[in-house]
């Protein structure tokens, strides 16, 4: 089962609203100076060892190379990473119509963590599941599990 983060005020957050985890050390904090959501590490980890594939899915034009090395210095590694180029090119494409930002349905991703309540709105319509996450939140980390694991027993049964 396929697990998808967005990044922006989802696993990327403000400092001076949400709890956070230590910066990177000197130079790494100036080459990445998102901050990471406190429990992000763990939660991921968690996860994957769990047997979930944990992807990421941003409309954000970061490199997949710059993502993938973020990330890295946090222990983490994602099994894949959709960012706007790569929805732009396998989704998108050449379709006259827009589609939405994000299309976690397309990757048959069976949950999408996200902030935007565009997202959230546009989930029924575009045949996929959504867990919005936004506001601090000290069970963040547990929420996403607990969800994760009643979509698994859904798709299982």
């Known amino acids: 089962m396929k697990i998808s983060f967005d990044l922006d005020e989802v696993l990327f957050v403000n400092e001076d609203t949400h709890e956070v985890e230590p910066e990177l050390r000197f130079p790494l904090n100036k080459m990445f100076p998102e901050r990471l959501r406190k429990g992000t590490p763990e ?11 944990v992807w990421v899915y941003t409309s954000s034009f970061r490199s997949e190379a710059y993502i993938k090395a973020l990330f890295r210095n946090y222990g983490i590694k994602f099994d894949s990473i959709v960012n706007g180029h790569r929805h732009k090119k396998e989704v998108q494409g050449n379709r006259e119509a827009t589609l939405p930002q994000k299309m976690p349905s397309h990757y048959r991703i069976s949950l999408h963590i996200d902030d935007e309540e565009i997202v959230v709105k546009n989930a029924r319509q575009y045949g996929y599941r ?3 996450v936004c506001e601090p939140d000290e069970h963040w980390a547990e929420k996403i599990i607990n969800e994760a694991e009643r979509i698994r027993k859904l798709e299982e049964g």
């Open 130 to 132: 959504v867990l919005q």
């Open 43 to 53: 939660l991921i980890n968690e996860l994957q060892r769990r047997g979930f594939e």
